[in-house]
């Protein structure tokens, strides 16, 4: 469909001469928000209430590595200087690169602190999703990370009743396209609301609510990716994949078998509250509410004895 609406300025503010992007703010503003979460939960599970800000100070910048490096390991071609490199003002991260980097951070941060890593990895999921639904919106001011052109059938049966500040926003070279940093954010939310349901409602084993990231977050990704104009591909043999999706694939598969073997294997011996299986461990949330529980019971039936 025809469009001529203008981009949005990518500049969030200028301090001085130096402007802040969106890009960068919103990214900034997700980690600090995800900060806040992972710590008060962590507090909750009996974390230092510094633990994860002495982890973010590893794991911001490595994460930020990995998604550049990541990039620019598919996009050598683009670059001509390890200034281009460097330069992540117009975007060009990749979600799979810093998540990586930012979980090995994690692994072995967790093995100086002598924490289950896996501990830490639950408390954090929820938290790496509202960076990533923030983060698709730096996307959107960046106008990237979009599909391909909106058909006249698909703007009529949906497109038209979203925001104008949106469409606009994807109004690129005179066309509207896809807005599929939407749709993952939007993904990104209900994937959200599942991992808290597993948290507050389930008390899963030990992992499962970090694998359930991993694994519907993949999900997810492998059919927008679909849609997108930029993705980076792989050459495998004779054929040129989509990285995204070939990435999607192994970690849903990766994580099934993780999960299944942990558990077959005795590895995954604890709920997420840390009670163990089968029992109650001294001081922990499911402890104390059946401890609750049980003395409220009792005073109902002393108070009944007298009478």
């Known amino acids: 469909m025809y469009c001529t609406q203008e981009p949005y300025d990518r500049v969030f503010i200028e301090i001085g001469s130096l402007p802040i992007y969106w890009y960068g703010f919103l990214i900034m503003m997700g980690a600090l928000i995800a900060l806040v979460v992972a710590t008060q939960e962590g507090k909750r599970l009996g974390l230092h209430k510094d633990f994860f800000v002495d982890l973010l100070i590893f794991a911001v910048p490595a994460a930020i ?3 550049r490096l990541y990039y620019v390991a598919f996009e050598w071609d683009r670059y001509n ?24 951070t994690a692994y072995f941060y967790a093995k100086v602190k002598e924490v289950s890593f896996w501990k830490i990895a639950d408390i954090a999921a929820p938290s790496l999703l509202i960076g990533q639904i923030l983060g698709r919106w730096g996307n959107f001011m960046n106008q ?23 469409m ?38 030990r992992g499962v609510i970090f694998l359930n ?4 977050y993949s999900v997810g990704r492998f059919f927008i990716e679909a849609m997108r104009t930029d993705s980076l591909y792989i050459d495998l043999f004779v054929v040129e994949l989509r990285t995204a999706q070939l990435v999607s694939i192994l970690l849903i598969a990766g994580s099934l078998i993780v999960m299944f073997y ?8 604890e709920l997420y509250d840390g009670t163990p299986i089968g029992g109650y461990k001294k001081g922990s949330p499911s ?15 002393q108070k009944g004895k007298k009478k």
């Open 262 to 269: 942990r558990k077959q294997q005795g590895l995954a011996n």
């Open 144 to 166: 990237e990370a979009y599909g391909g052109p909106i058909s006249e059938q698909a703007y009529q049966n949906f497109h038209q009743y979203l925001p104008n500040w949106i």
């Open 65 to 67: 590595v990995g998604a």
């Open 213 to 216: 990231y991993l694994i519907w």
């Open 287 to 301: 402890k104390n509410k059946k401890a609750n529980k049980q003395k409220n019971v009792k005073k109902k039936n």
């Open 81 to 104: 200087s390890l200034m281009d490199i460097i330069d992540i003002r117009e975007g060009g991260l990749a979600i799979h690169g810093a998540l990586l980097f930012s979980v090995l």
């Open 168 to 205: 606009n926003q994807m109004c690129v070279d005179g066309t509207y396209m896809h807005p599929t940093f939407l749709y993952e954010s939007m993904w990104n939310v209900l994937v959200l609301v599942l991992l808290l349901i597993l948290r507050y409602k389930v008390n899963p084993r």
